[in-house]
Structures are given as structure tokens and as C-alpha cells.
């Protein structure tokens, strides 16, 4: 019934951008935070950003400060990330997430909650 897809992804060279997109369903978007994670082959699923549920707070991980921004639009059930400068180290697959807590509790822990099902995100070098 609840329903986050990703779109978006695809392949770069680095100091390129991407737009990750998730579309949600099913859910009251606008009661929950949201949350873009990344997994690499073999490594553990880690955190990328996070939003308020008014689109009026954001926190971001250290590692793409400066680079990455998200948003998102109540109005269509939406989130997005927008990526730039970007390196080879940020491949991965990247997860939309909502979660019902504050969006402060996003870079601590995700959960269990909602997730999509990812879109890859391939930057060359």
C-alpha cells in the first residue's frame, strides 16, 4: 500500500550532477520526515540527508555538505535530491526513506519504517 520509488539515477562522470527523485503513495506525506540513504557493494547502508516534515529543516552528512541539497514538495508527495561536484566515491544505490519521528533522528538511526527499492547512481572516474 505505501509505495516510495525512486528515479533519477544513472551514470556520470565525476564533477557531474544528478536529480534523485522519490515519489510517495499510500501515506500522509506530509506527517513524516524524509530521507535519502546510500549503500555501496559490501558496505553498510549509510545516511545522505534528511528533511522536516515541513520542508523547513534539513541535515546533511559531512561527507556530501556543500555538494548535495534536498527538498521536497508536499503538494506532490514528493522528495528529491539534487547532487553536485559529484566523486566516484558517492556510487551507490540511493534509498528514499520516510520516517514518522523528527527528522533529527534520521543520521542516528533509520529503523524500520518505509523504504523504495533504490536507484543507482554510477560516477566514473
Known amino acids: 500500500q505505501v509505495q516510495l520509488v525512486e528515479s533519477g539515477g544513472g551514470l556520470v562522470q565525476a564533477g557531474g550532477s544528478l536529480r534523485l527523485s522519490c515519489a510517495a503513495s499510500?501515506?500522509?506525506?506530509?506527517?513524516?520526515?524524509m530521507g535519502w540513504f546510500r549503500q555501496a557493494p559490501g558496505e553498510a547502508r549509510e545516511f545522505v540527508a534528511a528533511i522536516s516534515r515541513s520542508g523547513g529543516g534539513t541535515i546533511y552528512a559531512d561527507f556530501v555538505k556543500g555538494r548535495f541539497t534536498i527538498s521536497r514538495d508536499n503538494a506532490k508527495n514528493a522528495v528529491y535530491l539534487q547532487m553536485n561536484t559529484l566523486e566516484p566515491e558517492d556510487t551507490a544505490v540511493y534509498y528514499c526513506?520516510?520516517?514518522?519521528?523528527?527528522?533529527?533522528?534520521?543520521?542516528?538511526?533509520?529503523?524500520?519504517?518505509?523504504w523504495g527499492k533504490g536507484t543507482l547512481v554510477t560516477v566514473s572516474s
Open positions: 499510500g501515506l500522509t506525506f506530509s506527517n513524516y520526515a
Open positions: 526513506h520516510a520516517d514518522s519521528r523528527s527528522y533529527r533522528a534520521l543520521p542516528r538511526d533509520y529503523g524500520m519504517n518505509y
